[in-house]
């Protein structure tokens, strides 16, 4: 007989999804614990799954199998992060494309911002990340939870990138940087005490 590690409960399993999800304002549950190609994932009963699937399975007591039916599960918020259960439905890949060409999301031409298959942002996730940030969050924190690299989340939430859509105002700042010239006639930024 072979000893393991004991399979999480179901109470086990709701904890963790608990700690590992933010609720953003836009309604999506956005994943931050780990991660694989974008999507969220966790393990249960010995098995690694996107954690969007888990929870649709939770919520609706089944999940198809996508090589016998031709299912998946898709976002309506287009937010590969997200697990809030009213922003999954079962569906195709085709509804899902012709879901994502509804919201205006496929590439016709040049694009500010977006243009499928080489960015990871959209701009409804920018918009997330601008008012996340203006809560407070680390650009670390963020760059993770929209598995981006930190300067790509710097510079999105400072408008060097994404320059079409506007700013958010920090609406907590954390510090207040000061422009101070230093005994060398230099001048440096830094926080006040």
């Not at 199998?65 to 309506?76: A, E, F, M, P, V």
């Not at 918009?127 to 930190?150: C, D, H, I, W």
């Amino acid at each position: 007989m072979s000893v393991g590690r004991p399979r999480k409960t179901m109470l086990q399993l709701r904890n963790e999804l608990d700690h590992f999800t933010l609720k953003s304002e836009t309604g999506c549950h956005l994943w931050v614990g780990g991660k694989n190609k974008g999507y969220g994932l966790i393990g249960f009963h010995g098995k690694q799954w996107r954690v969007h699937r888990l929870v649709f399975k939770l919520y609706n007591y089944s999940i198809p199998s996508w090589d016998q039916s031709g299912l998946q599960i898709n976002h309506t918020c287009d937010n590969k992060l997200c697990i809030n259960p009213e922003h999954l439905y079962c569906g195709t890949q085709q509804q899902n494309m012709l879901d994502r060409d509804s919201r205006g999301r496929r590439f016709a031409g040049k694009l500010s911002g977006e243009i499928p298959g080489r960015s990871k942002l959209t701009n409804i996730k920018v918009t997330q990340l601008r008012k996340l940030a203006a809560e407070g969050y680390s650009q670390y924190k963020l760059a993770k939870m929209f598995n981006v690299s930190p300067s790509t989340a710097w510079r999105a939430k400072n408008g060097e990138s994404w320059k079409h859509l506007s700013l958010v105002p920090r609406s907590n700042p954390v510090s207040q940087h000061v422009s101070v010239e230093h005994e060398t006639g230099q001048r440096r930024n830094c926080c006040p005490s």
